[in-house]
């Protein structure tokens, strides 16, 4: 996991050289009083001289990230800059704004080449199946669990959640619930209806082919 941090941040700092930064030092620690306190992942400066102690998230940046970010720069003598993929809420955007820390949408500033265009869009692919194939899985597991069959049933034959707590019979009110605990149930997380009934459908078809080839052999 670190290695992969470290080129998250070689491609961040690639990013920031394109934007226009100068790439100064990296892993500079943050001390008061010869006493360690932090980390700053870059520290760059931009061509009117300016130095960012800039933080790199992989994810969205919530109000934490935005006091330590502020504070590791205060003690720096730098500007504070986080590049991510955005704020996880709106009170991570009220501070940011109030303390004056600036942050990079990677979603949005990110210019890829071709073949780093081909290299994100094969780790989502290799995300997004390694995701089927542990729910699948998990379905094979819990196949023979009546609530569970229910609840494929129920998802085969919806187009939304709400249907799929109707067929239950489920009301509106404890739907969310529901929700809560069929995802807990097959520890799927925050799966979308859609990818779910992908899951189910392969499953079936994984089912359907060793029943006729266990027929075969028979």
Do not use: H
Not at 84 to 113: H, P, Y
Not at 125 to 144: P, Q, W
Request: hydrophobic letters at 45%; glycine letters at 6%; one cysteine or more.
């Amino acid at each position: 996991m670190a290695n992969v941090g470290i080129k998250f941040e070689d491609y961040v700092a690639e990013l920031l050289s394109r934007l226009g930064l100068k790439v100064i030092s990296r892993r500079v620690k943050v001390t008061v009083n010869g006493v360690e306190v932090g980390e700053v992942d870059i520290v760059a400066e931009d061509s009117s001289g300016n130095k960012y102690a800039i933080e790199v998230k992989s994810g969205k940046v919530d109000v934490s990230a935005i006091r330590q970010a502020y504070v590791n720069a205060k003690v720096l003598n730098a500007k504070p800059l986080i590049v991510a993929r955005g704020f996880s809420n709106d009170s991570s955007r009220a501070l940011a704004d109030e303390l004056g820390v600036s942050v990079i949408n990677l979603e949005e500033a990110v210019v890829l080449t071709i073949d780093e265009l081909r290299t994100v869009i094969e780790n989502v692919l290799y995300e997004a199946v390694g995701d089927l194939i542990n729910t699948v899985f998990t379905l094979a597991i819990k196949s023979c669990d009546g609530k569970v069959r229910d609840i494929m049933n129920a998802v085969m034959s919806c187009n939304d959640w709400s249907c799929v707590c109707e067929r239950l019979g489920v009301n509106a009110d404890n739907c969310g619930s529901l929700i809560s605990d069929v995802r807990k149930e097959l520890g799927l997380g925050n799966l979308s209806l859609n990818k779910l009934k992908t899951a189910i459908r392969l499953y079936n078809l994984v089912s359907l082919l060793i029943n006729s080839c266990n027929r075969g052999n028979a």
